[in-house]
RNA sequence: GUGCUCGUAGCUCAGUGGAUUAGAGCGUUGGCCUGCGGAGCCAAAGGUCGGAGGUUCGAAUCCUCUCGAGCACACCA
């Protein structure tokens, strides 16, 4: 990666200079030379400010000079340094550095042979890691709040496998326990009204109903009914379980009912084109005694006490702000008794980090996740909770809250068949998962240039169509880039050669890119990259035309370019899990 | 009450302790099609970075306080 090359560069131009008695560093050693990316061109393409770490100013300006003189008399001598240019200095101490523009451009090259790979970085080194992500119980279809960890997670697992990681994708389903016990009663409710039989919503300790029920305001909301159908279907018409004693009843058609929802939902994933390696079902960890081992390696390990009848963990040990209940005075295991069965499990397949992505609801769990996995000898830092917030989806810029709790929920996939997949994950991934999301839904469904769901799409689709054009006119575009000497292109006019630089300085932004979603867990930086290299390509086709190139080596050349740009763009779009479409279809004509 | 997250342009939001000028998309206003193509380009207007202190050579970014919004604080799952 280039900036590790500048890194190294200026890192071992401290130790020479201070080698030869002209520089001090600390005593602590030369610290981590930073490089960025400055806001201005005209400040280069990198610049570092290791100078005003090394001393104050304006002792710092002499060394910042003393290092650009050094860089400017080795860099030539050095062949892993042939991209630099220049090296300058400027302000309190800055040391800018400009890359040589030959070198930028034949950077083309190397994008095009990468091919799907282009971007990748080892930062992982092949380390694992679980990804666990939406895990919304098989108690009703996706909707747009819980659906939002889908996006993060899978573009993120996308990401964290471009930079090395060896990922899994997991979803876990909470397929045991009072939960089920509702599904099932709420669930006979629909199979009695489908029978003609006398049926009654079931009602909780306070009297209030309890349970999961079509919304009857929405006429078009028959989701319960439907899975109610299909236990019918699979019972005789209900024969083989209506007659069973209450609890074992209730058990029995939630199990049903659970089985058919998951499937709902494992097809809304795949409409989406979110992916799982592992989908985990907790009834599992009860049945095979998992959740029994884990309670007693941790009363073995000294972690468990019992108070008013009930047996707790002490998490507040490891920094948990208050102890967890394992087993209940009646004699249940509690949910968190399967989260302790489920982490070891987890960590028992030997994977070096686990990743949460859970909703600003869940973020209580943090505390308490990071305790269970150091109950088990684990480091804390090795488990990383991302935490993303609510979701509002705007209609007619008015903002409605989405809560199951409040009976408006809106399913994922009525917003799917409105605006799409592609528009969909582009604008849940546009927004940082530490802010809350509005849903423009007005602009989404937009079908034109404004939408911005689908500017990258339309970049992609324009390259596609210029390639399309050059076959058309009787160019073979791939095989003439493979002869370009993408070098000619530095005699351009000044207005086109900045464009075409523009657009290879934005093409190798792409591993930063990923290193950053990598590092930091933050998938949606990508949306915005995709957006500026669709730009900067605009730009560059703007000023400089490809089959009406002044030469051959020219035409050429720029093919080269675009062929560098379909390869980013297509990249982008596939981490972003989108489709790179060679032309797009309007719906509705224009006029 | 305690804790977590967030307050940046009319709207929705990027922004990694750095640079006289804090960016993008949408919206608004104006310009550019007999030249690969308009699925686009150029330009303008629009900001007390919620507020007040502090740390620093340097703060939208770090710290404290404060105001506002969301969420969480179960022997629920």
Not at 193 to 199: F, S, V
Not at 302 to 315: H, N, R
Not at 406 to 428: A, I, W
Request: charged fraction near 25%; glycine fraction near 8%.
């Amino acid at each position: 990666m280039i900036r590790d090359t500048l890194q190294r560069m200026i890192t071992a131009a401290i130790a020479a200079l201070h080698e030869r008695g002209e520089l001090d560093v600390p005593e602590s050693g030369i610290p981590k030379v930073e490089v960025e990316r400055p806001q201005q061109v005209v400040h280069g393409d990198y610049a570092t400010a290791i100078a005003l770490k090394l001393a104050r100013p304006p002792r710092s300006r002499e060394i910042a000079a003393k290092l650009a003189a050094y860089l400017n008399e080795t860099a030539p001598l050095v062949p892993a340094y042939e991209l630099v240019e220049r090296v300058e200095t400027a302000g309190p101490g800055f040391i800018n550095i400009h890359l040589k523009p030959e070198w930028l451009l034949r950077q083309a090259r190397t994008i095009i042979d990468a091919g799907p790979d282009v971007g990748a970085v080892d930062l992982g080194r092949g380390s694992t890691i679980n990804l666990e992500f939406v895990s919304a119980n098989p108690t009703g279809p996706v909707h747009i709040g819980n659906g939002r960890g889908g996006f993060i997670g899978d573009t993120l697992g996308n990401v964290l496998r471009a930079a090395g990681y060896n990922v899994t994708k997991e979803y876990y389903f909470n397929d045991a326990g009072a939960q089920i016990q509702k599904l099932g009663r709420s669930t006979e409710y629909y199979m009695r009204l489908a029978l003609g039989l006398p049926a009654e919503k079931p009602k909780g300790a306070d009297g209030k109903e309890e349970g999961y029920f079509d919304n009857e305001n929405d006429p078009d909301d028959t989701f319960y009914q439907g899975i109610a159908r299909l236990v019918l279907d699979e019972t005789h018409q209900g024969a083989d379980v209506l007659a069973l004693p209450d609890d074992e009843r209730a058990a029995l058609i939630g199990k049903r009912a659970a089985a058919h929802i998951m499937q709902h939902i494992r097809a809304t994933m795949q409409r989406l084109n979110i992916h799982f390696d592992v989908w985990f079902n907790e009834g599992d960890l009860v049945t095979n005694g998992e959740v029994q081992a884990g309670i007693e390696f941790l009363r073995d390990a000294g972690y468990l006490f019992e108070q008013d009848g009930a047996t707790w963990m002490e998490t507040t040990r490891f920094g948990d702000d208050k102890d967890r209940v394992l087993i209940k005075s009646g004699g249940e295991t509690t949910y968190a008794a399967s989260d302790v069965a489920y982490i070891r499990n987890k960590l028992n397949r030997g994977f070096d980090r686990l990743i949460y992505v859970l909703g600003a609801d869940h973020h209580g769990y943090v505390g308490r996740l990071k305790a269970m996995a150091q109950m088990f000898g684990y480091s804390a830092d090795k488990v990383h909770i991302i935490i993303y917030q609510h979701v509002n989806i705007k209609v007619n810029d008015v903002s409605m809250r989405m809560s199951k709790r409040l009976g408006n929920v809106v399913n994922l996939d009525d917003l799917v068949d409105l605006v799409g997949p592609d528009v969909t994950r582009f604008f849940y991934l546009m927004r940082s998962h530490d802010t809350h999301l509005d849903f423009d839904l007005k602009l989404a469904m937009k079908e034109g240039e404004e939408n911005p769901g689908l500017t990258v799409q339309y970049g992609h689709a324009r390259v596609a169509g210029v390639l399309r054009k050059a076959v058309e006119a009787g160019y073979h575009p791939e095989t003439e880039a493979l002869g370009a000497d993408l070098a000619v292109l530095v005699s351009d006019p000044p207005e086109q050669l900045a464009a075409e630089l523009n657009l290879m300085r934005e093409l190798l932004k792409l591993e930063e890119i990923i290193e950053r979603c990598a590092q930091a867990l933050e998938p949606h930086h990508l949306t915005k990259y995709g957006m500026d290299v669709a730009a900067a390509f605009h730009v560059f086709y703007d000023r400089c035309p490809m089959l009406r190139a002044e030469s051959d080596a020219v035409r050429m050349a720029r093919f080269a370019l675009t062929l560098a740009a379909r390869t980013v763009l297509a990249r982008v779009l596939s981490l972003l899990g989108m489709s790179a479409p060679d032309r797009m279809e309007r719906a509705t004509e224009a006029e």
